[in-house]
């Protein structure tokens, strides 16, 4: 079993939905981001997901965006990234994953990338534009590495679609909650349930859900069946760190044993 | 699984949530566009609506100056002023069948916004146009003639608010509206199937051409030239040539100002392959695989990428392409406006002016054919800022 798989599996034993909380490399600068890693992977975070940032993100909304682009004004690269993630190899126990796209991996070589990646510690890797038709080439060097290539999948992906990803995916299962770009919203769509329903139903990976989430009151809504196996966030914790918040009082939120 | 490749080039790089449109586009293209009633309807609109076909035109003035035979196929003639209306219509129409109710578009100068917002007007279609806040700024001619079609105009103020921005914002935009939207890309670029579609909808450029050429001079043409951004105007007028191996073909890249280490245009003679807007093409880019930005006087050439198909007919040595710079665009403007009395776009000036400033490696008496992509009156205010009139 991927050690991704192991880590959400983990969080279910113990009665949670496991936590996979989003900052973009270089994040709210150089200098905090480590900071920002460590405070997350102290307050409860089961994987953390790193943002590689590219000059043309379709696949993320402003927020996302914004961060994206001011990391790549301060120097940051997929270079930097993978040589600050060696340096500090096992300081962080959470699962590690890149989640960016694909022309920055293209360039750094995919084969040297898979590489390098595995000695720095990272378990996966997100490619949002990088459908399975295209994918396979990519998902087979990360594998030879050990590195999973997680798959997003969303409301209009048909069962089908769902089960060819199925077949060969490893780690989680990221499903999209909505039919737009990543950003924050208040109510979950209606579709939601329905879509975690078709996800249970097709993969046997854990299932995660992420873009739009803001609150755990979000995912009150949902039965026990439909609950996701964890939760992604990325634009409501920008914001979060962008108006000076502590990482450790934003996962406090996600924590609270309440739930 | 893969699909919509030229030899390495093309493929369809775009999030999960964008393949349902795309392959519902797929099976459009190959199901409803060959049919008897779409080709006959959008004949009609070719003919009666945007004002096909249209005419080869001889150059006696700039000829007898070159010592070869220069021939214009005058697509600055068309209804909006450029090709662009070739390809609008047929993707209009086309998601009139679909049943789309909507049309989106990204536009860089404007024109095939202005392309846009004219079909999807004729055939009852609402239309958004995604523009980059820079550009709504410097065409602001256009973007008034998109508003007065009923088009809306939404500027977008991401990255670096030109065209590449506006593409990705449509693409957003597509995600969380493709039931009944259709997103009629404007070039023969993007991922599979658009590179297929544009081609498809401006191949009528080089068929006609073909035909055209056969009657008048009695032969194909020796040389064929079409400048090339995003590539929709060269491959339309290209791809009925391929096969003919006498004829060779050449497009011309935008250099911008020709300085060493200047904005420019030219993917294919400077870029390296990557994946922008959802295929594997040649880039503008850094060693880091970050999108640089493009320029060059000509807002329609002005992209940091280039439509697969010519990445691949460069790679294979079919097409040779070249580079011409802004001031050596503008004097072929210039040289057209007096010799022919054409005033033609800055986009068709950089195929016209490869000709003018490589005349010796033409050879004398042979007949060269260039597709005059667009006419200039929209460039008016670039022109009047760059030449003293």
Known sequence: MHVLEEKILAARRTGRMALIPFVTAGYPSRECFWDVIRELDASGADIIEIGVPFSDPVADGPVVEAASLQALQTGVSLHGIMAELLARKGEVQAGLVLMGYMNPFLQYGLERFAQDAAKAGVHGVIIPDLPIDEAEETRLLLRSQGIALIPLVGPNTSEERM????????????????????????????????????????????????????????????????RPDAAVFGSSLLRHLAAGGRAAAFMEVWTRPER | MKKGYFGDFGGCFVPELLMPPLMELEQAMKGILPSAAFQTELNDLLKNYAGRETPITFCPALSRELGFDLWLKREDLLHTGAHKINNTLGQALLARYMGKKILIAETGAGQHGVATAAAAARLGLSCVVYM?????????????RMRLLGAEVRPIESGSRTLKDAIN???????????????????????????????????????????????????????????????????????????????????????????PGCLNSAAINRGRPGVLHGEYTMLLQTDDGQIMPSGSISAGLDYPGVGPEHAWLNAVGRVKYEVVCDSEALAAFQKLCRAEGILPALESSHALAYVLEHRESFTPGSTVLVNLSGRGDKDMDIIEKALPL
């Open chain 1, 163 to 226: 089960a060819l990803y199925a077949e060969v995916s490893e780690g989680y299962a990221y499903v999209v909650s909505v039919m737009g770009t990543t950003g924050e919203r208040g109510a979950l769509p209606a579709e939601v349930p329905e879509v975690l329903a078709r996800a249970r139903r097709v993969f046997r990976l854990p299932v995660a859900l992420g873009f739009g989430l803001r609150s755990p009151e979000q995912l009150k809504g949902l039965s026990p069946e439909e």
């Open chain 2, 132 to 144: 980059g806040a820079e550009d709504v700024e410097r065409q602001s001619a256009n973007v008034r």
């Open chain 2, 169 to 259: 914002a449509a693409l957003r935009a597509w995600i969380s509206m493709q039931a009944d939207t259709h997103y009629c890309f404007g070039t023969a670029a993007g991922p599979y199937p658009f590179p297929d579609l544009v081609r498809e909808f401006q191949s009528v450029i080089g068929r006609e051409a073909r035909v055209q050429m056969l009657e008048r001079t009695g032969r194909l043409p020796d040389h064929v030239v079409a400048a090339v951004g995003g590539g929709s105007n060269a491959i339309g007028m290209f791809a009925p040539f391929v096969q003919d191996e006498g004829v060779r073909l050449i497009g011309v890249e935008a250099g911008g100002s020709g300085e």
